[in-house]
């Protein structure tokens, strides 16, 4: 693994208790990085925390689709940290496997509810944050299904064509403040999100995939966490592929 300069910084990673927030947690704080994690599971949270070592932990149960607790944690974390120089949104649904004409408008609802409005809820506090700052970055992970869009998955390839839209609106607001916003959209990753969808879905992206195989949760945290350094400084409101050959632009 190669090492990465996060001494001295602080970071929040929404949906941290599992997954890819998980490993992105573990590998900031193994570059030197405070970590605030925000998740909806206490057991799962307490389990995350007892995994960290060498760094301050905080932990947080967070609703991201409710903007008064992400308000109420985002300040929190500031009183635990002093700071925060990175946020990490993780936090996300699959949504059900269902045509459009099928789909139930409440779960369209409630997908758009977490991985949009959620997100821009943490993504409205980090700006305010770390604006004035004159320093921060900003992270979401968007699927590439974002890009491609897949059947039977309408809610979810749209909420997270949402994210690179405003991933790459915010870049560009912050552009000038220090801060830099960027995204990444990986492939299927074996994560417990695969038990929200249908096992003829996961075998079709399994089948969309160049390499032949899924994504590996501590690959999309290495990418992650470099966007998360001071080496990182150039570069805002872009999308990283993390799909194994599937989507290249």
Known sequence: MNKLDMAGRSAIVTGGASGIGLAVVQR????????????????????????VTGVKVHTAKVDVADAAQVEAAFAATVAAFGKVDAMVNSAGVAG??????DYEQDEWRRVFDINVH???YCCQQAARHMGPNGYGRIVN??????????PNASAYSASKAAVIGLTKSLG??????????????????????FDQVAQYHIDFMLSKIP?????????????????????CSFTTGATFDLSGGRATY
Not at 141 to 150: F, P, T
């Open 28 to 51: 900031l704080a193994a570059s030197g990085a405070n970590v605030a994690i925000w998740d909806m599971n206490d057991d799962a949270l307490a389990k995350a925390a007892a995994s």
């Open 96 to 101: 059900k496997n269902a045509t459009v004409a």
């Open 141 to 150: 992970i968007a699927s590439v299904a974002g890009k491609e869009g897949n």
């Open 172 to 193: 560009k607001e912050l552009a000038k403040n220090g801060v830099t916003v960027n995204c990444v959209t990986p492939a299927a990753v074996k994560t417990p999100i």
């Open 118 to 120: 959620g997100l821009f």
């Open 211 to 231: 390499m032949g195989r899924f994504g590996l949760v501590e690959e999309i945290a290495a990418m992650v966490s470099w966007l998360c350094t001071e080496d």
